[in-house]
């Protein structure tokens, strides 16, 4: 394969290479690469589903594939690349380049060298950050966020994960800060997918809102999810299968909504409260796809919670769309290096 | 008055002023003063209650006469002290020396020139700060958060405060952070004094359990709690009425204890799940009469709600007691002055 990518991205003799940036957003569901250049143009992108068999090895030989067919259709041989940031859900180690404990990536329970598997692989400079904060820095740099310096990203897929800047710097607190998905909203309340109970997740991740609706079709509730789902050729109610059964009214996809927009108004105001924050963009599968009115119903659902209710943060949609956290973990190409 | 404490101080001819400062803690229900050295070691103390009739200039009149008691204490003229720092309620606005819209002080709805009216008064430059940011910043400098470069503190009194120290400094968003009295532990919850539904407030401001216990009493709950508020002389259930009925196990006072505890845990939780902090120091009225074993029984209930259970922050009793909120205004004697 690298052959046939030599051998489509010849440079005019003497040109100096190009300073082009790998980005891979590790997700649990895709896998999503870019290559952009210095001035965080995408001038190729290539996406895979994240394999739901097998162990780390598996995902980062597709990661690496992700990767190559990026830099395919960016016209650039993988090794010509200044370096590849990944974004990776779990417990992110960026000096040693590992990932320990990611839940949703099949057989990762333990510690795997990501790092240095994908540098030796590709033949690059490899940097490792959290999925979530490099999609925050890259909303604060490149996106919805530029005109602020104190702001919360809050990205809902299948998990609800968020990121922090404050004061125009990433906060990290000893390493894992920005959890707004587990900010309690409902003591004692739904059970999270983290195992827990009334985490702001329970209500306003994708995964839980499906574990809802396959329960309460269960117990008779009517619903057209599901066929949407199917006509989709889909086996999970991704965001999207919420998004059209939303624009065709179906009062159960409505109502698991409607209680996602209540819980993420009181877990964005309590953290207003705390941190008094000028701006929230909100992103991942679900925001996305869900849009400009999604935000607008968590605009109004957080101002009843707010304690300084006439002076409202800008709540924003994120503005680079799916390829956020790739571009994102690509802003990574600066850090430790993994050769 | 002057005249008897200038008699009481004559300094030995020739000698420097003392570097002395002043601590004014303006609360609800009373009105602290301190006088400290340059080692924060307090030389003198005076309290009175504050006014509950009347406007900001009566309740400025207290501050002054206590101010001056506490001067007197210490064997110093009031216009000798290098300066006086005020904590104050409400909105503060440092740079104009106002506090505007103090709902727990008599009249003061609207904006008064609190730093100019006492700079006036006493003779000496007055610095004002937030009430809870300057406890929390003493407990930082002086006391259980030495250690430490990133705290929250909850202040557990008539409300629930918080202030929050980030990387070593103050963090004040923009001007309003560490309301974690208002984070949403329960969606649709206990009305809280503040008038939304659910806040942390609601369960665990020493006000709102009152009101709860004053309610459940009416509806028939046998309680010991207004028999331990008169025979101490109180027409409110002050903190340390809760901790008596406490230790005579009173069952009221001890389920009321309990429901602010999970609160606590859940409020806390959250805040640190958000930002990874390394420590919380409680302190506030409740906090200090229920001491060690309410910070434990805090600890205990935040731990399930924590998304990094196994590295819990270290959580402390506030070190500096009562006199914190007034020796942490005195570190305000270093900025804006009004004379």
Not at 16 to 23: D, I, M, R, S, T
Not at 33 to 44: E, P, R, Y
Not at 69 to 94: C, E, K, T, W
Not at 259 to 265: E, I, P, Q, S, T
Request: charged share 15%; aromatic share 4%.
């Amino acid at each position: 394969m690298s052959a046939n990518l030599s051998s489509a991205t010849a440079r005019p003799t003497g040109a100096p290479p190009a300073p082009l940036v790998g980005g891979l957003d590790l997700g649990g569901t895709k896998v999503q690469a870019v290559v952009v250049d210095n001035a965080h143009t995408v001038l190729g992108a290539a996406r895979q589903p994240t394999p739901t068999r097998g162990g780390p090895p598996d995902v980062a030989a597709v990661m690496a594939d992700t990767m190559r067919a990026a830099a395919q259709a960016a016209g650039v041989p993988p090794a010509d690349l200044r370096g590849v940031g990944i974004g990776s859900p779990g417990a992110v180690d960026a000096a040693a380049g590992t990932v320990s404990g990611a839940g949703n990536l099949p057989g990762w329970t333990g510690t795997y060298a990501l790092g240095p598997a994908l540098a030796a692989t590709l033949g690059v400079p490899v940097h490792l950050g959290n999925d979530v904060q490099v999609a925050t820095r890259a909303e604060f740099e490149l996106g919805a966020g530029r005109p602020f310096t104190s702001l919360l990203g809050v990205f809902c897929g299948t998990g609800v994960g968020g990121g922090l800047i404050l004061d125009g710097r990433p906060w990290l607190g000893r390493g894992a800060a920005g959890e707004i998905g587990h900010i309690v909203v409902r003591l004692g309340g739904a059970r999270c997918p983290c195992g827990r109970r009334g985490c702001l997740e329970a209500y306003a991740g994708r995964g839980a809102m499906e574990t809802r609706a396959r329960h309460l079709v269960q117990r008779g509730r009517s619903t057209n999810l599901f066929q949407i789902m199917e006509r989709r050729g889909r086996t999970r109610l991704a965001s999207g299968v919420f998004a059209q059964a939303l624009a065709r009214k179906d009062v159960l996809a409505t109502r698991l909504v409607d209680r996602a927009v209540r819980a993420l108004g009181a877990g964005i105001a309590s953290a207003v409260n705390l941190l008094d924050l000028e701006a929230v963009v909100i992103g991942g599968g679900l925001g996305l796809r869900l849009g400009e009115p999604f935000v607008e119903a968590v605009r109004k659902a957080t101002v009843p919670h707010l304690f300084v209710p006439d002076r409202p943060p800008a709540m924003l949609l994120a503005e680079l769309g799916d390829l956020g956290g790739a571009i994102g973990a690509g802003l990574l190409v600066e850090t430790t290096q993994f050769r």
